[in-house]
């Protein structure tokens, strides 16, 4: 087991707040930069793939592997946008998160606000389930009955999670508004607003490009975005030894430092994924926009010395993080928690 002492990383980082401050600063010049880079690769791209759809669905696919990416990097826009770091204006963020949306389908202002509340609240096992990937923790599972657990294994399977389930996230559950929080009750609408918007965007480009070609290569890029956005929000919140807490012991910056890991990938997927890598970083200031963050991890090394720093390879072992143990203040997968399981009943046995 990984201890870590919470005093330490208070210590250290006890002045964060200005450690973080002038890379909070949005740059209008970097922002317009990335819009047009991404915003360019993304059509160039889409144009290809309806190029290649008329040959061979095949290659058309292939380009969608990386313009799958495309729209990650496009989904980080909008995402900054809806932490209000993106850009000085805050009519500009809306307007820029908005016309991200329709590229990702993922409606802007209530996905924005349901990603704040998982800043606010990261790690809180009494709410892992909104804007976050649900966690079971050992007891809740032990607890449940016979459909919660089929539906749980199924929900955690990643031959489930980051295929379809990816695509279902993106395309079917965004088209509604889940959450009967008070907290969302002035968001909630944006849903169906956005749900209006894609429909007749979709229908026109649909007309125009022509309903098949249009959709089924639309949709094929939604496809991987959809796996490559679930996975890089999988890996940096279900690692084996994640911070995760119940409300009255839980702290924020505890919480963003070992509560999230720093992705450590080579720089052209850091590119590719908006930099969100550096998850440890982001959780503690949401303000930093995307194209700070590589500029504070590399001047502030102090931000990565308490953090899960994983690479690619360490981060396929994250698949077996199904379970939040409360005595071993770690994740376990199924197959621990079901050798557990046996043990016991072999102990109680003999007991007798």
């Not at 976050?132 to 199924?154: F, G, L, P, Q, S």
């Not at 509604?176 to 169906?192: D, E, G, I, Q, R």
């Amino acid at each position: 087991m990984k201890h870590f002492n919470s005093q330490q990383i208070l210590d250290d980082l006890k002045n964060w707040q200005s450690m973080v401050k002038k890379y909070q600063v949005p740059n209008t010049k970097e922002a317009i930069i990335q819009m047009a880079n991404s915003f360019s690769f993304y059509v160039l791209l889409l144009g290809l793939q309806f190029y290649l759809y008329e040959k061979s669905f095949f290659w058309s696919a292939l380009v969608a592997l990386l313009n799958g990416f495309i729209l990650s990097r496009i989904f980080i826009i909008q995402h900054d946008c809806g932490h209000s770091s993106f850009l000085k204006s805050k009519k500009a963020n809306t307007i820029i998160g908005t016309i991200c949306s329709i590229c990702t389908l993922i409606p802007y202002k209530y996905w924005a606000k349901n990603h704040g509340f998982h800043h606010a609240h990261n790690g809180q096992l009494e709410v892992s389930d909104i804007g976050d990937v649900d966690c079971m923790t050992v007891e809740e599972y032990v607890k449940a009955n016979w459909k919660t657990k089929i539906y749980y294994r199924v929900y955690r399977n990643p031959f489930y999670l980051f295929t379809i389930g990816g695509f279902i996230y993106v395309v079917v559950y965004n088209r509604f508004a889940f959450s009967n929080l008070s907290y969302f009750k002035k968001v909630k609408n944006n849903v169906n607003i956005s749900n209006a918007i894609f429909i007749i965007t979709y229908a026109i480009a649909a007309y125009i490009l022509g309903p098949e070609r249009f959709l089924v290569v639309q949709f094929t890029n939604l496809f991987f975005f959809g796996i490559y956005a679930l996975w890089f929000f999988y890996i940096q919140h279900q690692y084996e030894f994640i911070y995760k807490s119940g409300k009255e012991n839980w702290n924020y910056v505890v919480a963003a430092i070992k509560g999230t890991t720093y992705y450590k990938l080579p720089r052209i997927f850091h590119w590719l994924s908006g930099n969100i890598g550096y998850h440890h970083i982001h959780h503690l200031s949401s303000s930093i926009p995307n194209y700070n963050l590589r500029k504070c991890h590399q001047e502030n090394p102090i931000l990565a010395k308490h953090t899960n720093t994983i690479t690619f390879w360490q981060s396929l072992k994250t698949i077996h993080s199904n379970l939040w143990d409360e005595e071993q203040k770690k994740m376990i997968s199924f197959k621990e928690y079901s050798r557990r399981k046996k043990l016991a009943k072999q102990m109680a046995l003999k007991a007798q």
